[in-house]
Structure formats: C-alpha cells, structure tokens
C-alpha cells in the first residue's frame, strides 16, 4: 500500500474512530452504572471509586474523573503521553455514569439485580472493545500500568497489574466499596468478551491486519 493511500484510508477513518471512541465511552459509563445498581459487586477501581465516594459525599462520576486528574500526573514521571482517546476517557465515562445512575431505577429484586450485573459487564466487553479498538491511546489508569511497565522493564505486566488492581481493591472495600459476586464475575467474564468484540470494532489502514492487545479493566 502506497503512503498515499495511507493516508487516504486514515482520512476516511477518522469520522469513525472519533464516533466509535465516544460510543464506546459512553456505553462504558452506562455499564458501569448497571454495575453499581446491582449491588453485586464491581471492578477493582470501581470499589476503589465507590469507596471514595462514600468517604466524601462527592458523585461517583467526580471520584472517577478528579481520581484519574492525579493519575495521569503520574503519568509525567512514567514518560508517558496522554492521546485525545485518554483525555475523553478522563471526562465522559465519569459524566455519563452519574446521568446514567440518575435515570436507572435501583435493581429491587434479585432477579433485577442479577440482570443488571450481567448487562452491565457484556455492555463494559463491548465498550471496552470499542474504545481500543478506535486507537485514540489508553485511559488514564491502563496508562499507568503500562507505563510502569515502560519504565522499568524488570517487571511483568502481571505483576504491576495484579499489584495495582490489589491495591485500590483493597483500599476501596476498606472504604466501603461493593465487592461481592460481581466483582469475581467481571473478572472472570472481561478478558474473553474483549477477545471476542476487539476485532470486531478494530479500525485498521484497508490492506493491513493489525493485532491489538488490549489492557483489560477500567479505562
């Protein structure tokens, strides 16, 4: 394929991408909004951003932007630049959950809340797919772990992972976050739902295959 029409396909793409970026964070602030009407548990951060905000009274929405203003901070040290998908992510999924939990009736049966954990984890697999595969770069919280990665190559992507997930899990629930079957659920269901819906919403130059490996959790 010629540089020319590279760039051509690129143009064309464009409107996508920038479509598929905002759709995907948009469904990924709506899914975590089931998550958290379930009351079933959520993902690690979310515990960590529930805890949060039971701690201070502030929105769910603000704890998961004004949390991700101080992560991509750590950022600078990490050598690690933010994309225009990064700085989206900072500000839609938190205002979008908040308006999503305004409007979702609380899930009063078990049945109801059952159906909310399992929408809201297949809406975050398609989200997630989505967001990534419009490559606009990471949020704020997968750039810290693959920074961290970058900058000292000695360790594991699971390690620093593991470790990271461990840590706010930790701190959220000891703030009084939700963890519960939803959480083991998301962990369980998100890596194969990635796999199966990144290739779908993959945007690649016309002529190329292009292999994505998404890192998994909140953005």
Known sequence: MTSQSNSET???G????VGQ????LVLYGVSMAFMVESRLGLTSWDVFHQGV???TGLSFGWVVILTGVPILLLWIPLRQKPGFGTIANL???????DAALAVLAPG???AMRVTYLVVGILLNGVATGMYIGARFGPGPRDGLMTGIVHRFPRLSVRLVRTTIEVAVLATGFLLGGTVGLGTIAYALAIGPLVQLFLPVFAV??????????PSLGTS
């Open 21 to 24: 970026l905002f759709a995907g």
């Open 91 to 97: 500000v839609v999924i938190g205002l979008v959950v």
């Open 204 to 213: 690649t130059p016309r002529g190329r295959r292009v292999r994505l490996a």
């Open 53 to 55: 905000s039971k701690a």
């Open 10 to 12: 690129s143009g064309r």
């Open 108 to 110: 009063d049966s078990l």
């Open 14 to 17: 464009l409107p996508r991408r």
